[in-house]
Every structure is written in structure tokens, then in C-alpha cells.
């Protein structure tokens, strides 16, 4: 029986870049940081506590328009309102900011590489 997503892939230009905007603008944990082939590395991220991790990578050869689109990955938090105000202190892009609705409040972000992700209330 499945019990739980493992991880899910992030397509970036820049690895190390993209390391140090997850590690230090989102505060996640570096969960693995190894060389992994042609020049490249394998790197895992997390928000602190989280089961689910994302892998960093190279997109493989015609896979590159991938770079930059909407993940559809939705990150929860308590308090979005809150939450937004401390990641724009620390760099973080907003292409929406905090929008509230009737299941929730939620803003949009991108990454270094223009990977967009939803940050939503946990209710």
C-alpha cells in the first residue's frame, strides 16, 4: 500500500543557484548534495518535518521548456499573510500575492528559474 510521496522533481538551469534560493531564501533542509554524473549534482530539499522532498536537477535534453512553467505544487503554511511577508524579506518573488477566498488564502512564487508554486493556508 502507498503511504506517502517520496519526492517530486524540480527542472533548473543553475543547481547551485537554485540550492541556495531553496536552502536560504525558503529555508528548506538540504537532505542530499552529491555529485551525479556529466558535472552534475543530486540534490534533495524539504521543508523542515516534510516527507515529501524535491530533487534539483538538469532537465534531460529536450526537456528544457519545462524550466520556468507552473510546478503545480502546492506548499502549506498557517498563516499565507504572514508566511509572505517573511519570504519577500528575504528575496522571494511573488507574481500574486496573498488572495483570500472562501477555502482558503493563497500567492503565487517563482523560483530563480521562473518555477511558479502556490503557498496556501493548511484549512
Request: glycine share 8%; net charge negative.
Amino acid at each position: 500500500m502507498i503511504t506517502h510521496l517520496k519526492l517530486v522533481g524540480i527542472y533548473v538551469h543553475d543547481q547551485e543557484k537554485a540550492l541556495d534560493f531553496y536552502a536560504n531564501k525558503l529555508g528548506f533542509e538540504v537532505l542530499a548534495n552529491e555529485p551525479y554524473g556529466d558535472g552534475a549534482r543530486w540534490i534533495e530539499v524539504a521543508p523542515r518535518g516534510a516527507q515529501t522532498r524535491l530533487a534539483l536537477s538538469r532537465p534531460p535534453a529536450g526537456m528544457e521548456g519545462r524550466i520556468g512553467t507552473f510546478s503545480q505544487i502546492i506548499f502549506t503554511c498557517e498563516n499565507v499573510r504572514a508566511t509572505y511577508e517573511e519570504m519577500r524579506s528575504r528575496g522571494v518573488t511573488f507574481t500574486q500575492e496573498p488572495d483570500e477566498q472562501p477555502w482558503g488564502t493563497h500567492a503565487q512564487f517563482v523560483d530563480p528559474d521562473g518555477n511558479s508554486f502556490v503557498l496556501a493556508s493548511s484549512s
